[in-house]
C-alpha cells in the first residue's frame, strides 16, 4: 500500500511521514532524552535538581544547559507558582473553563498538547488532539520545528473528521495562543480553555498520553529516523484507539467509548 493511501486511511498528513529530525550534537540528545524520562517519573523536578540527578550519572553539566535542553523539548517542573511570564503581546489568553465541569459525553471536550520524541539521531516534535470523555487520539501530527503549523494541521484534521467540540483545552504555549490557531476554533464556535501557568494538571489527560505513548511504544522502539517514528506512531495509534483496553474506561477500548457512548 502506498504511503498517500495509508496516510488517507489514517487521516494524518502525508508531510509527516517526510519530516527529518531536528539535529543537535550526541551528548546534546543524550541529556535530552534522559530529560524526558526522568521528567516522566518526576515531573517536580526543575532545572536545579535535574542537573544534580543528571550530574550523580556521570555528566558534568552545568545548569544553563539544562535549562536551554528543557526549553528545547517544552519541560518544565510542575508545581504551583506566581504567574511571572508575560504572553506574547499579539497573542490572546483564555480562561480556563473545565474546573468542577463534569464531562458527559464525547465532543465535549478536547485538548491539544505537544510533546518531545526522541530519535537516535536527532528528534521530532509530536503534538495530538484528545476527546477527554472517551481518551481517544483524534488526530496527530510530527513536525522537526515548533511552529504552529502542524498543530493547525492536526486540529483542522479531527474537525474535519470527527465535527466540533464544546470546548478545547490547551495550554499557554505559543502554537496555541496564535492568531492562526485562535481562529480555527473560534470560526466553529468552539468555546477556548487554557490551563493557568505552572498547572500541568489542567490538561491531565493528555499528559497522561504522552506518558503512555512514551513507555509503551516510543523508548522501547529507539526510531532511527523521521519515517521509522511516523509508521511506528501511526501503528501504535491505531492500536491505542481500537484495541487497547482502557483501565479507566472499565477495559473498552477509546473508540468504543467514542462511537457508542
Known amino acids: 500500500m502506498s504511503i498517500s493511501r495509508q496516510c488517507e486511511l489514517l ?11 531536528a539535529q543537535e550534537s550526541e551528548l546534546n540528545l543524550e ?5 524526558d524520562e526522568i521528567h516522566l517519573e518526576r515531573p517536580f523536578a526543575g532545572s536545579r535538581m535535574l542537573t544534580g ?5 556521570g555528566y558534568e553539566i552545568n545548569r544553563k544547559r539544562i535549562q536551554r535542553l528543557m526549553r528545547l523539548i517544552g519541560i518544565e517542573a510542575h508545581y504551583p507558582r506566581k504567574n511571572t511570564s508575560k504572553p506574547h503581546p499579539d497573542h490572546q489568553i483564555f480562561p480556563y473553563l473545565l474546573r468542577g465541569v463534569e464531562i458527559t459525553r464525547p465532543n465535549h471536550v478536547w485538548s491539544c498538547d505537544i510533546t518531545y520524541i526522541p530519535l537516535r539521531g536527532g528528534f521530532l516534535y509530536l503534538t495530538a488532539v484528545i476527546d477527554w470523555f472517551s481518551r481517544a487520539v483524534l488526530a496527530w501530527e510530527l513536525s522537526s520545528s515548533l511552529s504552529g ?5 492536526s486540529l483542522k484534521r479531527a474537525l474535519g473528521k470527527y465535527g466540533a467540540p464544546t470546548i478545547f483545552n490547551t495550554d ?3 502554537q496555541f495562543t496564535a492568531k492562526s490557531f485562535l481562529d480555527i476554533l473560534l470560526g466553529q464556535g468552539i468555546l477556548v480553555s487554557m490551563d493557568g501557568r505552572g498547572r500541568a494538571l489542567d490538561n491531565v489527560f493528555i499528559e497522561r498520553l504522552w506518558r503512555t505513548v512514551k513507555y ?8 532511527g529516523s523521521g519515517s521509522d517514528a511516523f509508521k511506528n506512531l501511526m501503528r501504535y ?16 477500548t477509546p473508540f468504543e467509548v467514542y462511537y457508542l457512548a
Open 11 to 21: 487521516s494524518v498528513c502525508r508531510s509527516s511521514y517526510y519530516y527529518e529530525p
Open 149 to 153: 503549523d502542524f498543530c493547525c494541521a
Open 31 to 35: 541529556l535530552m532524552r534522559l530529560l
Open 53 to 57: 540527578l543528571i550530574g550523580r550519572m
Open 237 to 252: 495509534f491505531k492500536f491505542y484507539n481500537t484495541e487497547r483496553p482502557h483501565r479507566s474506561l472499565d477495559g473498552a
Open 216 to 223: 509503551e511504544e516510543v523508548y522501547i522502539r529507539d526510531y
Open 172 to 174: 499557554q504555549g505559543a
